[in-house]
């Protein structure tokens, strides 16, 4: 039997985007994602994480620090009853030309393969067009553009919804 899954951007979606975010310090939750995501999690969806960090890749904090911050972050979210099922990222900066970074898809497609993912029953949320063109890329046709910073165009984005705050996924899903 496949699964669903609520595929989340980091930055923007999960936590305020300050830039090139690595310590818990500067790490804020915006607000309504642990209701949001309790929520999506109740109704059946695997809790999935992909992010770009190119912070990695320009020298800016190691890998060790970005562990150590999505290890405090996944235990936050446990405090607040919500697994999450698997963080991917992509540590490369966009000079190196990988393949793992977004708009790219191959991190969608690893966590389908992983997980048994119905990428048609899912759903994925980012604050970036780059986000919303890697999941229809992998097949995920439903998703979310959170302009909680009003930095996005809506009227240009390829995305299903348009949201002004992550608690409005409450009503769609």
Not at 73 to 96: A, D
Not at 105 to 130: R, V, Y
């Amino acid at each position: 039997m496949s699964k669903k899954a609520l595929f989340l951007d980091r930055d923007g979606v999960i936590n305020y985007d300050y830039g090139y975010v690595h310590t818990k310090e500067k790490f804020d939750f915006v607000a309504g994602v642990f209701k949001t995501l309790l929520h999506a999690q109740n109704k059946g969806y695997l809790i999935i994480i992909i992010t770009n960090q190119s912070g990695i890749g320009r020298g800016m904090y190691s890998l060790d620090k970005f562990m150590e911050l999505n290890n405090w972050m996944i235990e936050e979210f446990e405090k607040n009853k919500i697994k999450v099922n698997k963080v991917l990222f992509c540590p490369h900066s966009p000079s190196q030309k990988c393949l793992c970074r977004k708009p790219l898809p191959k991190l969608f497609l690893e966590a389908k393969e992983k997980f048994q993912i119905d990428m048609e029953k899912s759903w994925a949320i980012g604050d970036k067009e780059t986000d919303i063109k890697a999941a229809n890329s992998a097949g995920v046709l439903n998703t979310v553009l959170l302009n909680n910073n009003q930095k996005a165009r809506p009227n240009k984005s390829q995305a299903k919804y348009v949201v002004e705050s992550i608690v409005s996924l409450i009503k769609i899903l």
